[in-house]
């Protein structure tokens, strides 16, 4: 079955210093690949997503690229600010024709922002 | 645009008593609503599946009759929890997914905190 594997956390950097987050996945086919964002007290809120390999999805200063050959999908920011504070998931949706995709998701990784 | 919302955003309840959760697309129609179970320091787990006007889809292990979904209208679903026990305190989730948006696209609720006595 499909899964992903995100690096475990928590993940603790000063401000304005560059961001990996490492995401892994093995999945059949050919799947979407999302990261997701939690800040506290919400609900999670999509922040990028690739469909094929080698695009790159990018949103607010973060980066992604779909690497089928490594089967990875990493997060980088270059720099990063206290308000980035968050939980970052890790997600992978498989395409099933017509049917609602669904989404399985890294164990999620908590970035913590230093002033 | 796209906001969902969950009701209540925790709850306590006596261990043998029933919860329900609702979770609504504020601001467009949700034709497809998924139900999620997280634990501490854990990936979210998918519960099940529901469109709106059919039964759910759950996923395996999941016991269907404990986690009673219903997906009454295309802004509305409800997960009841019969009968809680300890073992079902978690953090549930909802997302919702619009048909008339690209396919993939699922927007989450904050989540409600259940923790049962």
């Known amino acids: 079955g499909n899964s992903v594997t995100q690096m475990e956390g928590p993940v603790t950097l000063s401000e304005e210093a560059f961001l990996t987050i490492n995401c892994t996945y093995t999945a059949t086919g050919y799947p979407s690949l999302f990261w997701y964002v939690q800040y506290p007290g919400e609900g999670l809120q999509l922040l990028l997503k690739?469909?094929?390999?080698?695009d790159k999805g990018s949103n607010k200063g973060f980066e992604a690229t779909y690497r089928k050959e490594t089967t990875s999908f990493h997060l980088e920011k270059g720099s990063v600010q206290v308000s980035d504070s968050a939980v970052y998931f890790c997600?992978?949706?498989?395409?099933?024709?017509?049917?609602?995709?669904?989404?399985?998701f890294g164990t999620g990784t908590r970035l913590q922002v230093t002033l | 645009g796209a906001v969902v919302s969950q009701h209540p955003s925790w709850v306590i309840c006596k261990s043998g008593t029933s919860v329900k959760i609702e979770c609504r697309s504020l601001?467009?129609?949700?034709?497809?609503m998924f139900w999620y179970r997280q634990f501490p320091k854990q990936s979210l787990m998918l519960m099940a599946t529901s469109n709106e006007g059919s039964k759910a889809t759950y996923e395996q292990g999941v016991e269907k009759d404990k986690f009673l979904i219903n997906h009454a209208s295309l802004t509305l679903s409800t997960l009841t929890v019969t009968s809680a026990h300890p073992e079902d305190s978690s953090f549930y989730i909802c997302s919702a997914r619009s048909g008339g948006r690209v396919t993939y696209e699922q927007y989450f609720g904050p989540g409600t905190r259940l923790t049962v006595t």
């Open positions: 601001d467009f129609q949700a034709t497809t």
């Open positions: 690739a469909t094929k390999a080698d």
């Open positions: 997600a992978l949706s498989d395409r099933v024709d017509g049917t609602a995709s669904k989404l399985t």
